[in-house]
């Protein structure tokens, strides 16, 4: 298996512009996750989906992010309109079966807004 | 409120020596805890997690965790550092499944030799 791949690696825009986050999750996997890592605030969750229903968005900053999952094996996440506050590494993360065999992460996306 | 603490954000340990990493959590039910490690430019991997029995748990690469309720803490040790062990390492806590974990600030672990 591939692991949970994200997509870009990195991604260098300008404020204002729309930045979107993609993440295939591991084939078989019911929930996915994303998290976003800063050096002040550690790993925070954002939003997490199972069965690609949303079930718990209170994570998200604020009315400029949104996540989709049209089907088992795509999600997105979409910042619109990006400030520099939004840089950060992004990380998608996969799971079956809830907590039991804990979450596998993707390598990734590191954001700067500038 | 649920949180996780990991008291220490950098440790230096001399290749060789053992190692102890701090956790503690504050959860209102039945935790699952967990440890991962994070490389430089990388996601993060599992190392090991407890759900319930023995409190003393077996990892990857040599790590071990106690899980220890009366002081609601979960430590990660090993008895013998490699250089290739320094990373960053993240203690996390979550409960029956359709929860997400709750991750600590992390500890960085540097290695001398």
């Known amino acids: 298996d591939a692991g949970v791949i994200q997509s870009p690696r990195h991604e260098v825009t300008e404020m204002g512009q729309e930045v979107t986050l993609r993440c295939k999750p591991i084939?078989?996997?019911?929930?996915l996750f994303w998290y976003r890592q800063t050096m002040m605030r550690g790993l925070e969750l954002l939003i997490y989906f199972n069965n690609n229903v949303p079930i718990d968005d209170s994570g998200m900053p604020e009315d400029r992010f949104s996540a989709k999952m049209p089907n088992a094996s795509f999600s997105t996440l979409k910042i619109q309109p990006s400030e520099p506050r939004d840089s950060a590494v992004y990380f998608c993360a996969s799971s079956q079966a809830g907590l039991f065999y804990g979450y596998t992460f993707g390598s990734g996306t590191r954001l700067t807004v500038v | 409120a649920q949180s996780v603490t990991q008291p220490d954000i950098h440790i230096t340990v001399s290749e060789g020596a053992s190692l102890e990493l701090r956790c503690n959590y504050s959860y209102g039910a039945t935790p699952y805890l967990f440890w991962y490690v994070q490389s430089p430019g990388q996601g993060l991997q599992l190392l090991l997690k407890?759900?319930?029995?023995?409190?003393l748990v077996q990892g990857i690469k040599g790590f071990e965790a106690e899980f220890k309720r009366s002081q609601s803490s979960f430590n990660l040790r090993k008895p013998s550092v490699h250089w290739s062990d320094a990373a960053e390492y993240f203690c996390?806590?979550?409960?029956?499944?359709?929860?997400?974990?709750?991750f600590g600030k992390g500890t960085t672990l540097s290695v001398s030799s």
């Open positions: 996390a806590v979550g409960g029956q499944a359709g929860t997400a974990l709750i």
């Open positions: 084939s078989g996997h019911d929930y």
């Open positions: 407890y759900f319930s029995g023995d409190t």
